[in-house]
């Protein structure tokens, strides 16, 4: 379904089943990675390349749309430009809402529904500030946040302690495992140094998303340490930039 029209309940639950289905039972270097579009082009040319599935960067639909990361696009942006990737793909797609946008839990998973998404990326941290939330009124949210999918939407929980915590594994761990207790499906502790990650994916007791920078491990590597899913975050599209900054030059004679 390309989510030229919204899902009924029946099909939204059977897509996000198949899509948490992707993340088990992998061998360790075959992580399941999905590449980062910000938009119809981009979707298209992941997809058919190949990948089973794709997320939504949040840095770079702002980057696309005109805004800085860090929940600075307005909502109602954020969600048309999820909903046409959607729609460009046959995959299944998983929106990185950043915090939430000041969203009710119930408002969250009736907007990603409509987009066609199956499911989502939500971090512990307050953009605004750089500051975590605390633990348990996370947990919190994002079990309200389950109770409202009721199955529907695959919830990969975002964990901001090497990013703006004190980069303390045990703290990842206890987050990662107290977000598994909410319902979250997966865990992305975002930037965690790679040497971590076997003690992160064992603490965890769910799949672990690793993010895959230029220069570092490969997603095979990556799996190899304990990664169940690969991203590339916003990346991808600085890759992208800088090519059309270089055609800019070329062009301009500079």
């Known amino acids: 379904m390309t989510g030229t029209e919204a899902m009924t309940g029946t099909q939204a639950r059977a897509a ?7 993340h088990r039972g992998r061998p360790a270097a075959d992580p ?3 590449a980062n579009p910000w938009d119809a082009v981009s979707a298209r040319a ?17 980057a696309v749309l005109g805004y800085a990361d860090g929940e600075q696009t307005p909502v109602d942006e954020m969600f048309a430009a999820v909903a046409r990737i959607v729609r460009s793909v046959d995959v299944p797609v998983t929106a990185d809402l950043e915090a939430g946008y000041g969203l009710p839990p119930a408002e969250l998973v009736e907007r ?8 989502c990326n939500l971090e512990d941290s307050d953009p605004a500030t750089g500051k975590l939330k605390p633990i348990e009124e996370h947990a919190a949210w994002l079990a309200e946040f389950q109770a409202e999918s009721a199955g529907r939407l695959v919830l990969n929980a975002r964990v901001d302690t090497f990013l703006y915590g004190d980069k303390d594994v045990s703290d990842a761990v206890a987050r990662s495992r107290r977000y598994a207790e909410a319902g979250a499906d997966c865990v992305y502790p975002i930037l965690a140094p790679t040497d971590l990650l076997p003690e992160l994916a064992a603490g965890a007791g769910i799949p672990v998303n690793a993010l895959a920078l230029p220069g570092g491990p490969s997603p095979k590597q990556l799996g190899r340490l304990g990664a169940t899913r690969v991203t590339f975050g916003h990346t991808l599209h600085n890759r992208i930039t800088a090519t059309v900054q270089d055609l800019a030059r070329e062009l301009s004679g500079a």
């Open 46 to 62: 992941f997809a058919e390349a190949g990948f089973p599935a794709l997320a939504t960067s949040s840095g770079a639909i702002a």
């Open 16 to 22: 996000a089943t198949a899509f948490r289905a992707l």
């Open 112 to 119: 990603l529904l409509a987009a066609g998404a199956v499911g």
């Open 32 to 34: 399941l990675v999905l």
